[in-house]
């Protein structure tokens, strides 16, 4: 449960709401105006809990609510802490999907749920898993992904031992936290496939969180600095170009960290997975190992939802061999998520489970035995559902497999 | 490949085709922005963004087309069936 | 300033706690405060005057009728709420009291493929549903404008209209049987006679259409058997323009009467200003412009569909109408449940410049001969009204199928009004409900009904209920007084209160 301010600044939370229901007040009335709920059925909180306190109608209403005094943040701050913020709301509803490229002008949920997670921060509302974690962030400057286990800067690129990879350079590969700690098979396939396919590439210096979390869990002043401290580093580099194998980074610097810095960020932010199409596409990368394997594909919501990205993790898979491919378009895929975004896991991991049971089990109806994602974070509790199964589902990141069907994998998934 | 970069998320000036409609992009209808200046002002939306809205519609009514129904059918080509039907009881 | 809510007395708090669950009990604001309106034109300025006192989420009927009991004793209202989706103020709460949220109970229960049936809770939406059917090669061919996000609970409860009935059907054809819990707490089955899976009987008094349409007046249904069909092989969905509305309405009429069984909708729009960005557009329409539009959609077997087609386009090329081509006519139909409502779509102040406006949606019946009147009659209103409130705009009309199984006879006869809801005031308000009144009574002056679908609830037109129904409004009474004899299914609604005055009641003291 949220904890109430104890020496609330009525004065200082008050002009800060203010901006925030001023900024997202358009948005929100729209919204609110309209009051057609195309998003319940999309939202995978709203799925399992079936409570509108947390559906994105109840989100922009709660600005509405609260420009007319009749709701503070103390009032909607635990409400906010259910969202995974993977935008399936905001690309369902009608005044983005169709009136949204018209008027230039679309719902905005996942912008208000953050607005609202940083008000209540600003106020003296922390929600307690969540507090906890960005501290450890804070101290550690990466995220605490390993539990009791610490993460520290001296293990930081410990995945990269023996691969005698260079730092700094005019491209640098961005690992993120759970990637470079807990999924180091990721990174280690990432830089066996571009390194095969004659990319240089380097690593950062000192490479801190993202700081992405810590903007979806409200607490900007942290991600902003941790933003500065990853740009300086990758000026301090040289670097013009920054390869990213995690959604949520991609989202961090193609969204917050233009937000931070305005039009001094002039670096170009390159997905890998886009990447590594276009090397299998144009021959640079060639797949040649067969990957015996019933599977399907996770649309990772920050790049389905978020951002359009659907076409290239399809193309990589139709290309690798003895893959049977069973595929769930799409637009379907805008109601899936893993549950793992936005701290949800954090804050409340017994949604996390359920949501991620859920879409393991829409898998399995299709048969498969692998359940491919493009999103290191969606992999841990995708994978942790998939074990409570009595049938056999691996969770596999579609690098490993890139990595595997390349010849490079030194241990193969099994 | 070139990946994204803050300079590409430019928008086209617009070309007024009607009035209070203008375009950016090739079939793609846009209201006149002077009409967004009073009460709600436009949002800043990326050149992503506004690609992204743009195919998921396209995705979106594709979807729809099947969900009912295994086909649509097509009205022209039926259309064109009874013109030639007319056309031929008419000689 | 934040308005003081009251509460319920802390004992009736502890009962229901101990019914559902603490987790399931939510008496804090923004629980209250996300559960008052509905989707239709909401009094923002007054909101606080429509939270419930108390959110609660059963998950079982058993649970359901435990908190009807606790309703009776502690003399609470009750109001049922499925998705919230509702066009009619069924689900907004008048007197605070209990708002039952019926969204736990989501489970599709069983497909019985022998008898064509699926058997669900109140919380399924229709076309999560149909996704659910599609491995059987079978659809629930329930489709109102809400359809992506409404429950069957609430199609129940409103009696609702699908935009492809005349084909299927509508709620009261398509959902078979289902379990009630009435105003005592009772749990009782109703349906087409006993048989679960019946469709028609006449083994006694058929309490099912009683039930359709209750408004949460009657009880709160919590679980439902509803007919399944084949998924259809085809559709054709054609768009026509014609020369001006009353052509438009003879074709209609022609279409409709044609014979042809595969129709699943006709339709008539008055102005059609472009909506949506297609490509090359312009070749056919500007922008701004108004174009009367005819249509249909046919669906079933291709054999069918195709010959049905055929003589369709043929009698609207001969009425006159210009076909406007594969990718409009596509793009309109997959597009059908998603442009009911777009504020900045709808909106346009005085000067030009776009609002966000709500899309209120007046869905009466008419009887076919009667349109062309009762359209006009419903503009002038209109326009009036938004001549002395800015916050008010015409958009258009549009005449849609409204019985079962053929078109033709009766129409709804839809009418778009923009609405400003931030800058609603009290006088604003006011001049809305009274114009509600008067699109009502036009309704009724013409031999229609004031709602096909949505239901009659909203101020305004619910005073004009007994207007419309004559003594079969107190027949009406009596049967709520019957079955709710304490007035706790959501009260206040339907002018039903007056079923509880002295000079109605049968055993007065």
Not at chain 1, 250 to 259: G, L, N, S, V
Not at chain 1, 275 to 298: D, F, S
Not at chain 1, 363 to 379: N, Y
Not at chain 2, 57 to 69: G, I, K, P, V, W
């Amino acid at each position: 449960m949220a904890t109430k301010p104890s020496n609330p600044e009525p004065s200082a939370s008050s002009e800060a709401e203010r901006e925030v229901l001023e900024k997202w007040s358009a948005a929100a009335n729209v919204c609110f105006s309209s009051g057609h709920k195309y998003c319940q059925p999309m939202c995978p909180v709203m799925q399992v809990t079936r409570n509108e306190n947390h559906s994105p109608t109840a989100f922009n209403a709660n600005v509405v609510a609260m420009e007319r005094g009749e709701l503070g943040i103390e009032d909607v701050a635990s409400d906010y802490v259910h969202c995974t913020q993977c935008g399936g709301c905001e690309i369902r509803c009608p005044n983005t999907l169709f009136t949204g490229d018209m008027y230039r002008f679309r719902l905005r949920t996942v912008d208000i749920v953050k607005a609202m997670r940083a008000l209540a921060v600003e106020s003296g509302i922390h929600q307690p898993a969540w507090e906890v974690w960005n501290r450890a962030t804070d101290e550690r400057k990466n995220e605490p992904v390993l539990g009791d286990l610490e993460v520290s800067q001296e293990r930081v690129a410990s995945w990269a031992d023996g691969l005698d990879l260079p730092i700094g350079g005019e491209t640098i590969l961005f690992c993120d936290c759970e990637a470079a700690f807990y999924r180091t098979s990721l990174p280690r396939s990432v830089a066996a496939i571009l390194s095969c396919a004659g990319v240089d590439f380097g690593l950062m210096r000192e490479q801190w969180c993202c700081g992405g979390p810590a903007a979806e869990m409200g607490y900007m002043e942290q991600a902003r600095r941790f933003a500065q401290h990853n740009v300086d580093d990758w000026r301090a580099s040289g670097a013009k170009r920054i390869l990213v194998l995690d959604p949520h980074d991609y989202i961090a610097f193609t969204e917050d960290y233009p937000r931070f810095f305005g039009n001094e960020f002039d670096f170009e932010i390159v997905l890998v997975v886009e990447l590594v199409a276009e090397l299998i596409r144009n021959g640079k990368l060639e797949l040649t190992q067969p990957v015996e394997r019933v599977v399907t594909y996770h649309d990772a919501c920050r790049l389905n939802k978020r951002k359009g990205i659907y076409e290239a993790p399809r193309e990589i898979l139709r290309a690798i061999p003895g893959l049977t491919f069973r595929d769930v378009d799409r637009v379907t895929q805008w109601a899936y998520c893993s549950g793992g975004g936005a701290g949800l896991p954090i804050e409340r991991p017994d949604l996390t489970a359920e949501i991620s049971r859920r879409r393991v089990e829409k898998a399995a109806e299709l048969e498969i035995d692998t359940l491919v994602s493009a999103c290191v974070w969606s992999e841990r509790y995708l994978a942790a559902a998939a074990s409570e199964r009595e049938d056999a589902i691996d969770v596999v990141d579609l690098m490993e497999l890139v990595a595997q069907a390349a010849g490079l994998s030194s241990d193969p998934v099994s | 490949m070139r990946g994204w970069l803050l300079a590409d998320q430019i928008t086209p000036e617009p070309t007024r085709v009607a009035n209070g409609w203008v375009m950016r992009r090739d079939g793609v209808l846009e209201v006149d922005p002077e009409l967004m200046r009073t009460y709600v002002r436009q949002q800043d939306m990326p050149r992503w963004d506004f690609e992204r809205i743009v195919t998921a519609r396209q995705d979106y009514l594709q979807s729809m087309e099947t969900h009912m129904a295994d086909r649509v059918l097509s009205g022209a080509e039926i259309l064109q069936q009874v013109t030639r039907e007319a056309a031929d009881a008419d000689r | 300033m934040a308005t003081a809510l009251r509460s319920i007395p802390d004992a009736a708090l502890g009962e229901l706690r101990s019914i559902c669950g603490e987790a399931f009990v939510l008496t804090d604001r923004s629980a209250r405060f996300n559960r008052a309106r509905v989707s239709t034109a909401f009094p923002v300025h007054r909101w606080a005057d429509f939270v419930p006192d108390v959110v609660v989420l059963p998950a079982t009927a058993a649970e359901v009728s435990d908190i009807v009991r606790l309703a009776n004793a502690w003399s609470l209202p009750v109001v049922p709420r499925a998705g919230g989706t509702g066009i009619s103020d069924g689900a907004r709460p008048l007197r605070g009291g209990i708002l039952v949220d019926i969204k736990r109970m989501d489970q599709i229960l069983e497909v019985d493929l022998a008898n064509r049936t699926a058997t669900v809770q109140p919380g399924v939406n229709m076309r999560v549903l149909t996704d659910y059917l599609r491995p059987f090669g079978l659809i629930y061919p329930d489709q109102p404008g809400s359809y992506s996000q409404s429950l069957i609970g609430g199609r129940i409860g409103t009696n609702g209209w699908s935009m492809v009935g005349g084909r299927y059907g509508h709620p009261r054809d398509l959902v078979v049987s289902f379990e009630m819990v009435l105003p005592t707490g009772d749990i009782v089955r109703v349906g087409d006679g006993g048989g679960k899976s019946i469709r028609k009987s006449s083994s006694g008094y058929q309490l099912k259409h009683l039930f359709m349409g209750h408004q949460g007046t009657l009880g709160i249904a919590t679980e439902a058997t509803v007919e399944v069909v084949t998924r259809p092989e085809c559709e054709l969905p054609a768009y026509f323009a014609v020369e001006d509305w009353m052509a438009g309405y003879r074709v209609l009429g022609t279409i409709a009467h044609e014979g042809v069984a595969t129709l699943s909708r006709v339709f008539l729009y008055d102005g059609w200003r472009l909506e949506y960005p297609l490509s090359e557009p312009l070749d056919f329409i500007s922008p701004g412009q108004a174009v009367p539009c005819v249509g249909f959609a046919l669906h079933g077997i291709e054999e069918e569909v195709r010959g049905a087609g055929k003589r369709l386009m043929r009698v609207l090329s001969q009425a006159g109408g210009r076909y406007l081509g594969d990718e409009v006519s596509r793009f309109e139909w997959a597009s059908r449940y998603d442009r009911y409502i777009q504020p900045l779509h709808l909106g346009r102040a005085r000067d030009g410049q776009v609002i966000p406006m709500y899309g209120h949606a007046q869905d009466a019946a008419i009887p076919y001969s009667e349109l062309p009147t009762v359209r006009q009659k419903y503009e002038q209103i209109v326009r009036s009204l938004s001549e002395r409130h800015e916050v008010f705009l015409f958009e258009e009309t549009a005449v849609h199928p409204n019985g079962a199984f053929r078109a033709g006879g009766d129409y709804n006869m839809e009418l778009r009004v923009g609405i400003w809801e931030q800058r609603l005031n009290d006088e604003s308000w006011a001049a809305w409900v009274k114009a509600k009144r008067d699109l009502a009574i036009v309704a009724i002056e013409h031999g229609g009904s004031i709602s096909n679908g949505h239901g009659t609830v909203c101020d305004g037109e619910v005073d004009v209920l007994p207007l419309e129904l004559g003594h079969a409004f107190e027949v009406m009474k009596k049967i709520k007084r019957t079955l709710d004899p304490n007035n706790v299914m959501n009260p206040g609604k339907m002018g039903l209160d007056a079923a509880y005055e002295s000079e109605f009641r049968d055993d007065d003291t």
